[in-house]
Structure formats: structure tokens, C-alpha cells
T-cell receptor, first 114, second 110 residues
């Protein structure tokens, strides 16, 4: 089954404790992206990657890191989480044919930072 | 700064009627436009994509694009309670820039 998976689905942590949210897709997509979704603010892009070893900042990259060592994986790293990073996070992937196409989203990770 | 604007709603529409959702964007260079549906607590899923001016129909859904006026709309005919969700408009600029609108909450009244 073609899908984007994220783990964990739910996470409660404390300020300053490093964490990684994994994202994996099995569709051989070039493009992958991380978003956070907050009430009233919509879906905002954190980082994206057009292909392996190519990453770029989105609209809200502060406090986050990513890497793209393999085509299928795109982990999101919070080195020192803070309460303002409490949010619902989505990973997405897409074919690119000169530009981004339809994005397929993972199920989401609900993160709470105390 | 590139922006995508949507009315947050809620937009209430009687069952069986036509729901009309609108989205405006700030940059004429935009190439690709997408409508996603998102149920509460779930991930967004693609409803329609449109790339050229005019209408594109898929079942009960019609996307309309007017690049000169910089708006894209989504019409849902014969609205069903299962259409109650938040609808997100997404606009692509260049090869790698994407911005989502904040979404319109649609409520279909039985």
C-alpha cells in the first residue's frame, strides 16, 4: 500500500529533551516536506527536500532540523524542544515533474512539550 | 510576501445545495493550485488540482481558476453531510514553493 508513515503518532515530552519524529514514504517520491498545523494559523511549512541531500527552509524553520540521507526517509529533529513547538505535525511527499505535484500526507504526530 | 487567503468560515450549507469555497492568492506567477479536504484530527487529502484557466470537473466537485483575477474556487454540488470538513487551498510557485491557505470550515446542514 502506497503510504507515508510517521512515528510516533503522539508524544509528550519536556522542554529541552531532544526528540526525532520519523517520516518514511514508499512511493519513490523526490519531494518531502514537514508542516506544523496550529489553530488559527493553518498549515505552515517547516522544511522541505527536493531530493536526497537537498533540503531547504520553509516558513517556520526555527528550532527544527532535518536530513535527507535516503530518498524514502525525512526525519524531523527538535534539538531542544520548547512549549511553543507544541503542535500537530504532518510529513508529506510528492512526485516532482518540474514542480511539486499532489502531496500525500502522513497521519500526523501530535506533540506536546511541557 | 506571497499569501493565500481563504474565508475561515464556518460556511453552513443545506444538504443537497451547492457549496462554494473561494481562495485568492497574491502572486500572478503561480502555476499550480490544489484543493485538499481535512476532517477534524485527520491529515489533508487531495480533492482537486487545476493548472489552467477555466473549470475542471470531477464528480460532484468543480474547481474554477481565474489567473487574471488571482482566485481559485471549489464548488461542491449536491452537498452531503460527509462533505463537512475544512477545505485547504494550496498554491505552488516556481518549482518548490508551496503555501497553504488557513482553510475554510464547511458545515453541511442535514
Amino acid at each position: 500500500e502506497a503510504q507515508v508513515t510517521q512515528n510516533p503518532r503522539y508524544l509528550i515530552t519536556v522542554t529541552g529533551k531532544k526528540l526525532t519524529v520519523t517520516c518514511s514514504q514508499n512511493m519513490n517520491h523526490e519531494y518531502m516536506s514537514w508542516y506544523r498545523q496550529d489553530p488559527g494559523l493553518g498549515l505552515r511549512q517547516i522544511y522541505y527536500s527536493m531530493n536526497v541531500e537537498v533540503t531547504d527552509k520553509g516558513d517556520v524553520p526555527e528550532g527544527y532540523k532535518v536530513s535527507r540521507k535516503e530518498k524514502r526517509n525525512f526525519p524531523l529533529i527538535l534539538e531542544s524542544p520548547s512549549p511553543n513547538q507544541t503542535s500537530l505535525y504532518f510529513c508529506a511527499s510528492s512526485f516532482t515533474s518540474g514542480s511539486i505535484n499532489e502531496q500525500f500526507f502522513g497521519p500526523g504526530t501530535r506533540l506536546t512539550v511541557l | 510576501q506571497k499569501e493565500v487567503e481563504q474565508n475561515s468560515g464556518p460556511l453552513s450549507v443545506p444538504e443537497g445545495a451547492i457549496a462554494s469555497l473561494n481562495c485568492t492568492y497574491s502572486d500572478r506567477v503561480s502555476q499550480s493550485f490544489f484543493w485538499y479536504r481535512q476532517y477534524s484530527g485527520k491529515s489533508p487529502e487531495l480533492i482537486m488540482s487545476i493548472y489552467s484557466n477555466g473549470d475542471k470537473e470531477d464528480g460532484r466537485f468543480t474547481a474554477q481558476l481565474n489567473k487574471a483575477s488571482q482566485y481559485v474556487s471549489l464548488l461542491i454540488r449536491d452537498s452531503q453531510p460527509s462533505d463537512s470538513a475544512t477545505y485547504l487551498c494550496a498554491v505552488i510557485w516556481g518549482d518548490d514553493k508551496i503555501i497553504f491557505g488557513k482553510g475554510t470550515r464547511l458545515h453541511i446542514l442535514p
